[in-house]
């Protein structure tokens, strides 16, 4: 919280700031980023409200009442530079005022991996007393409320032909306004605070266009929430019209960020999409010679120039066959295709405008099909940086053109010819958004080993934290390393002993026994799809799979990016932790007055029937973003080491660039940075066990690799120093079984002195009211009051006032989010923990 508001505030002198932040799960991490930032924005509107220093001044009140004057933040009184300025007539335009609060307030955007994880940051927003006009964005895939295109997979498409047709049209679009100006949507109203299925439904009730109505609802709002993509790639934040320039960026969950950087400022275009391509710009060359004919020509010489290269490929591996080229040798190689660092600006301009004809939202001027606008925006925005700065980012870029066996599901495979241009230095992206923004703030629960950020992004990092976790980890957690299998057979699932029959068995053994001891759900992680598979077909034939099936009901995380194909296993999952399971009485209560001896069922194993096993990868669906707390994730098992795949040419590459440029640089070398990514995702996966402050589980390294201390190194800080090593397989499920013995006591124990503790205070909060009931009427602005719609009752944030929801807490305490609730016809107070209303959460 603290070192949020330093930041900004040290990059409200300097021009810029940056945070590096570690938090694990459960510790209010997003919570504590959202009221950090919003209480800045407030204080920074209260001290600069239009420009004006005499218009800072706090209320009186403020100085025995922060809270509710400013958000903790007292302003400075300065006089005022102006005598006359409060005679001064509010004459400027609604379009000047607006641009001026635009410059004056630094918008905060929030952004996050998946739509699913800003659903939960929402939930978080909606327990804060902030409210400021904010906005979510998000596709047309999420936002559409046509019943004619909504659910096609070409949506995107289908609503720009739609949107062309002057006669048809899009009846939804024309009533834009009818979503953005709903009353639910405004301040006090019930969706003050959305989500996406919020302003769907809004657009649904008055048969307005939702997507359309948030993008104009960002135009205004001081925060917005969207997804990475909508921040980091340039071409993505250019359609969408996401002004970063002067803003504060939260990257949450952002562990990933290096490979997203370098990701979007790459391409890969296969040859069939230019031939497309080209056929599109052909037909256009009659619409507007000027602006198609360059681009005809271009994509023209780029497909004979893939013709005369497709034999001189290099093979590497079967059916695998490429070339690459870098700095000055790529710069020669699309010369001969006619791309030139002199010609490129014209290309450019021409594109550009290609590019807004087909994104003109009603035009009927004919123009190019999205597939081709989205190949055209990728390549020119990586030759875009590539020609950048006058050249200076040849050597950061690779130019590949491969050759290999295209195979669809269910289909004979193809020869495929991509080319592509390869960025591998993601701070070529990412320091353009550094520079464009007030600060950036760089969060996960996951991001260890953390040296390699300042490197890799080109940014220096003002603030840096390792946060401890909020649970108690020697009681709570039971980490340890089993580097031997039952018969004591060495257990390393390294690529030189992974295929040995001997290996299999025994990991298929270990897997029993522990999914004998462990109550609940399991997670198991396996380094590649490959392996997994490997392992599950040894296992149905050797019957092993039976075996462990009948301890527990085995699910397997299905290849591929399919949302549709995987959420029905997770579902799968779920119902069978919860099968037989009772009721967890422990996190959520409502009443004040509840007897202690209920504790008893908080999280009972003895319920659950046998719960059920999530075999997984690494850097799956599984590993990021998914809940797994309480019984959902029992223990998490992590099978070898997550090194990424040394044959995949993009590594090596990576692996190589890093040791050229090393000193030139300050890189990490290529084999530091290869372990760096390894123990990322290793530690990302070991932080699906422990989701809050009650949770707790098992954390098991099942190789022998783990016993070098080099290995250990790189592990989460708050995991690290408590990992346990057992030499033998038996004294390890000893332990095993003592700790789920023992915890759920122990668990009870810490539960009951955290509800005391908010009892007491409970206690006091309520002798306040009480004294405070007569001036209640002298001056209510002094509270921050949110009614509730239908249950008639008034909500009192108990926040401190640096703005931190435990700020005074200990870490242990720090999940526990209290609010007071008052029940206006009995005067009954009682306490929330988790400050969710059923208003606002349906």
């Not at 003050?192 to 769907?200: F, Q, S, T």
């Amino acid at each position: 919280m603290g070192r949020v508001i330093s930041t900004l505030d040290r990059a409200q002198r300097e021009g810029h700031c940056h945070a590096l932040l570690e938090s694990p799960t459960g510790t209010g991490k997003s919570l504590s980023l959202l009221c950090s930032s919003l209480a800045w924005q407030q204080n920074y509107k209260l001290k600069n409200q239009y420009g004006n220093p005499s218009q800072s001044k706090s209320a009186p009140e403020a100085v025995t009442d922060p809270l509710a004057y400013g958000g903790g933040f007292v302003p400075e009184v300065e006089p005022s530079g102006n005598p006359g300025s409060e005679n001064v007539e509010p004459a400027q335009s609604a379009a000047k005022t607006k641009n001026h609060k635009k410059l004056k307030t630094p918008t905060i955007y929030y952004a996050s991996r998946t739509h699913s994880q800003i659903s939960q940051v929402i939930r978080e927003y909606r327990k804060t007393a902030y409210r400021v006009p904010m906005a979510v964005l998000a596709s047309r895939k999420h936002y559409c409320t046509n019943k004619h295109i909504r659910g096609k997979g070409n949506i995107d498409e289908e609503c720009k032909l739609l949107l062309s047709n002057r006669e048809v049209g899009c009846p939804e679009f024309k009533n834009v306004h009818k979503v953005k100006g709903h009353p639910s949507l405004q301040k006090g109203g019930c969706h003050e605070v959305h989500d996406i299925e919020d302003l769907v439904k809004v657009g649904q009730v008055v048969k307005g266009c939702s997507y359309y109505a948030a993008r104009s609802m960002a135009d205004d709002a001081q925060l917005v929430f969207c997804p990475y993509n909508y921040i980091i790639n340039p071409v993505i934040r250019g359609a969408m019209e996401v002004d970063i320039k002067g803003a504060i960026v939260i990257l949450d969950e952002a562990h990933n960020i290096e490979d997203i950087a370098r990701d979007a400022g790459s391409v890969d275009v296969e040859e069939d999409i230019l031939h497309k391509l080209q056929m599109e710009l052909e037909q256009l060359c009659g619409v507007d010679v000027l602006t198609y004919q360059p681009l005809y020509e271009m994509t023209q010489d780029l497909i004979n120039w893939i013709e005369r290269r497709k034999a001189t490929l290099e093979k590497r591996e079967f059916q695998h066959h490429v070339s690459c080229w870098t700095g000055g040798k790529a710069l020669r190689e699309l010369q001969e295709a006619n791309i030139s660092q002199q010609c490129f600006p014209i290309l450019l301009e021409c594109a550009t405008k290609a590019i807004k004809a087909a994104s003109d939202a009603e035009s009927d001027v004919a123009h190019l099909s999205g597939m081709s606008v989205m190949t055209l925006e990728g390549l020119f925005s990586s030759l875009t940086y590539f020609f950048s700065r006058k050249g200076c980012h040849i050597f950061d870029y690779q130019l590949s053109l491969q050759r290999y066996i295209k195979r669809d599901a269910g289909k004979a495979g193809n020869w495929t010819h991509t080319l592509s241009l390869w960025c591998l230095n993601p701070a070529v992206v990412f320091r353009d958004i550094a520079d464009l923004s007030l600060s950036v703030v760089l969060t996960s629960g996951t991001l260890s080993p953390m040296n390699s950020f300042s490197s890799e992004l080109g940014v220096q990092f003002g603030t840096c934290l390792e946060a401890p976790h909020v649970i108690d980890v020697e009681s709570q957690v039971w980490p340890a390393i089993i580097s031997t299998g039952p018969g004591n057979y060495p257990l390393n699932a390294s690529y030189k002993t992974a295929d040995a029959y001997a290996f299999q068995d025994a990991l298929g053994k270990s897997l029993e026994e522990i999914f004998k001891i462990v109550p609940g759900g399991c997670l198991v992680f396996f380094p590649s799809y490959k392996l997994m598979e490997k392992l599950c077909k040894r296992w149905c034939e050797t019957g092993q799979w039976s075996q462990l099936n009948a301890k527990k009901l085995l699910f397997v995380e299905p290849r591929g990016g399919s949302q549709d194909d995987f959420e029905p296993v997770l579902k799968g999952y779920y119902d069978s932790i919860r099968q037989g399971n009772k009721p967890v009485l422990g996190r959520k209560r409502r009443a004040k007055k509840i007897g202690l001896n209920h504790l008893n069922a908080v999280e009972s194993p003895e319920n659950s029937k046998e719960g059920a096993a999530f075999l997984a990868v690494f850097r799956g669906k599984v590993s990021e973003g998914i809940d797994f707390s309480d019984d959902n994730a029992r223990v998490v098992i992590i099978v070898g080491i997550p090194f990424p795949n040394i044959n995949d040419i993009q590594v090596a590459l990576k692996k190589k660039y890093n040791d050229t440029h090393k000193s030139s640089k300050s890189l990490l070398s290529g084999n530091e940075w290869y372990c760096h990514q390894a123990f990322r995702a290793l530690n990302q996966a070991a932080g699906r066990c422990i989701r809050h402050m009650f949770d707790y589980g098992a954390i098991i390294l099942l190789d022998e690799r783990y016993q070098e201390e080099r290995n250990r190194a790189y592990i989460s800080k708050w995991l690290r120093n408590s990992i346990r090593q057992y030499e033998r397989f038996e004294v390890s499920m000893e332990g095993l079984k003592s700790f789920f013995k023992d915890v759920k006591e122990k668990i009870g124990k810490s539960t009951i002195n955290v509800l005391q503790n908010i009892d007491n205070n409970e206690e006091k909060s309520e002798s306040m009211i009480v004294r405070g009931q007569s001036e209640e009427f002298r001056r209510k602005e002094s509270w921050k009051l949110n009614k509730s719609d239908h249950c008639g009752q008034k909500v009192i944030s108990l926040t401190n006032y640096d703005a931190s929801p435990c700020g005074q807490k200990s870490h242990r305490d720090a999940e526990v989010h209290t609010s007071l609730k008052v029940d206006e016809g009995t005067n009954c107070a009682y306490i929330d923990l988790e400050c969710s209303f059923q208003n606002e959460t349906r």
